[in-house]
Each structure stands twice: as C-alpha cells, then as structure tokens.
C-alpha cells in the first residue's frame, strides 16, 4: 500500500462530540474534511491511513453563522464533515491521533 501525502490534506480532524462518541458504537466516525473533498477522496483516504474497510461516506456541509463577539460582528468559517461507516469488526480509535 502506497501512502499518498494528498491524503493527509482531505482529512483535518477527527470530531469527538458527544453525538460522535454515540455514533461510534454504531461503527461511525466522524472526520473535518476539506470543502472540495469527495465521497471517494474521503473514503480512499480513511482506508490507507487507518488502514480500515470503509462501508460507507455521507458528507455534512455545515455554513458558517454569524456570531456576535464583544459587540463585534464575526463569522464562523463552514465547515465539512464526514461521518464514515466502517465494515464489521473495522475499528478506528481517534483518540490516539495519527
């Protein structure tokens, strides 16, 4: 298995949330992604870099709101995320870090 160093560059970050800890007991993790990444970017990139079989991608595009800090208008950045569902028996802990 070849590394492609472009597969570090679609995946940001795991997402520990609390509704990301509960999809993990259904074999779900949640990944930040890049905006222009692809269903199949993301799912190459989690099978070589986890060295996992990868099921399933569904991709969440979050827009950022507009927040107001100390009477000051800002906006948050949008933000894609990737919630993949791995085979049976397939773990990925993201607690560890990469």
Avoid: C
């Amino acid at each position: 298995m070849s590394m492609d160093p472009r597969h570090y560059d679609v995946i940001i970050s795991p997402v520990i949330t609390e509704k990301a800890t509960i999809l993990s007991e259904q074999n779900k993790v949640v990944f930040k992604v890049r905006k222009d990444a692809t269903k199949p970017q993301i799912k190459a990139a989690v099978e070589k870099l986890f060295d996992v079989k990868v099921k399933g991608v569904n991709t969440i595009l979050t827009e950022g709101k507009i927040k107001v800090f100390k009477g000051r208008l800002g906006q948050r950045s949008d933000v894609k995320k990737a919630i993949v569902t791995l085979e049976e028996g397939q773990k990925i802990d993201v607690t560890t870090g990469l």
